[in-house]
């Protein structure tokens, strides 16, 4: 299996130098039980936001990007306004969107989002956050969803290898054989055995108490072959979790657990991918000066009943 291809599949969400005042990490788990991928990108001295963005853009080509426009980036030599033209004329395809902490008027925010929305022409839309991080959550969840930030895949995969993932197989003549695992989500996994079973598992079988190991988490699970098909590398067999009750997918209290490693998994292919990257970034030269428009400046003498 080709891992970078596979982790870059697949529609990603990245909130660029995020707040966490106002967001929470935890929230990109709790986007995961909803099938979407999400991830911060946070401000550090090691990468601009410009080799960041630029890295993001050219690995993961279908990836939705929000900045946080109250963090500050004169400190490279540019401001969003000039920023965000520049990453939309060099990725026209582009799904970017922004946050900004709640503006005190709504004079002030209908200003802001006028400009970015039809001034710069951003597609991603404008969340006001609010100071209550719970609400943040229900705001970002509907721009998410308004964005179909869940792509094309009903579920998110994440990708196993050389994470510590693996099944305990006992076959009918009692053999225990180790078996790592191709990939996981909240409903089916797979795996690939390069010479196959002694005794193939066939279609619809069902395998009872399976037991799984997925990043030192232990648990036990039934699981049905959903389909098989011979590669060069093996054969693949790809499962279907279903619970004790017999409906597709795991019982509660194993979903959240495995939604809190296959993060883990996601977050670590991800990041692992874009540091590499980021050393091997080479800035876009542009041969000229991208016109843009000048950022608003909110007059405070305006009040709300001022808009008409």
Request: hydrophobic share 35%; glycine share 4%.
């Amino acid at each position: 299996m080709d891992s970078k291809n596979e982790i870059v599949k697949g529609r990603k969400t990245f909130f660029i130098a995020p707040d966490e005042l106002l967001l929470s990490s935890d929230f990109m788990e709790e986007y995961l039980a909803k099938d979407y991928e999400c991830f911060f990108i946070k401000n550090d001295l090691n990468n601009t936001i410009t080799t960041k963005v630029y890295t993001i853009l050219s690995l993961f080509s279908d990836s939705i990007i929000f900045f946080n426009i109250d963090h500050h980036i004169e400190n490279e030599g540019t401001d969003w306004p000039h920023f965000i033209t520049k990453v939309s004329h060099d990725y026209p395809n582009a799904c970017i969107g922004i946050m900004y902490e709640k503006r005190k008027t709504i004079a002030e925010k209908n200003k802001l989002e006028k400009f970015y929305l039809y001034d710069l022409c951003i597609k991603g839309g404008c969340i006001q956050l609010e100071f209550q991080k719970y609400r943040n959550f229900v705001l970002i969840e509907k721009v998410l969803y308004a964005n179909q930030a869940m792509g094309r895949r009903k579920m998110v995969r994440a990708i196993c290898n050389n994470n510590n993932c693996y099944i305990n197989y006992e076959d009918k003549d009692g053999k225990v054989t180790y078996l790592p695992l191709n990939d996981i989500s909240l409903s089916h996994f797979s795996i690939t055995i390069k010479d196959d079973l002694e005794t193939p598992i066939q279609n619809t079988e069902k395998l009872l108490n399976l037991s799984f190991i997925i990043k030192g988490m232990r648990f036990i699970s039934n699981a049905i072959l959903f389909t098989k098909r011979k590669l060069e590398e093996g054969t693949l067999y790809v499962f279907a979790f279903f619970s004790n009750n017999g409906k597709i997918g795991l019982d509660e209290t194993l979903n959240k657990l495995l939604i809190q490693k296959m993060y883990e998994i996601l977050y670590e292919n991800c990041s692992s991918l874009l540091l590499t990257s980021y050393k091997n970034y080479q800035p876009i030269k542009e041969p000229a000066p991208l016109p843009v428009k000048k950022e608003i400046i909110f007059d405070e003498s305006l009040s709300e009943q001022s808009i008409s």
